[in-house]
């Protein structure tokens, strides 16, 4: 089971970048899909979670109205769009899966991907 995420970069302040994430070795069939981020020195928060048929979004406070998050089934794909990228969005990013609902508990989700870093420099 993996999920390998990617799309990661160095982008300045307003800009924007397309995470993607995609599973393989097992099919995520049922599962919501999600996005984290680790800033050094802090804990994992949540950033947005999707549940398995897309018609259930959960963005976290700091990103609403900035990310989408959306994804492909037949591709067994996640995808989170970063628009008016700020500094504090500095972070290694990692996506993730549980075969509950879009849950922003960190400890609900149990299959995790590595990480994929994005700087946002001022």
């Known amino acids: 089971v993996q999920l390998q995420a990617s799309g990661g970069g160095s982008v300045q302040t307003g800009g924007s970048l397309r995470l993607s994430c995609a599973a393989s070795g097992r099919t995520f069939s049922g599962s919501a899909l999600g996005w984290f981020r680790q800033a050094p020195g802090k804990e994992r928060k949540f950033v947005a979670a999707i549940s398995w048929k897309g018609g259930s979004m959960n963005y976290g406070d700091s990103v609403k109205g900035r990310f989408t998050i959306s994804r492909d089934n037949a591709k067994n794909t996640v995808f989170l769009q970063m628009n008016s990228l700020r500094p504090e969005d500095t972070a290694v990013y990692f996506c993730?899966?549980?075969?509950?609902?879009?849950?922003?508990?960190?400890?609900?989700?149990?299959?995790w991907g590595q990480g994929t870093q994005v700087t946002v420099s001022s």
């Open positions: 993730a899966a549980n075969p509950g609902g879009p849950t922003a508990v960190v400890r609900a989700w149990n299959y």
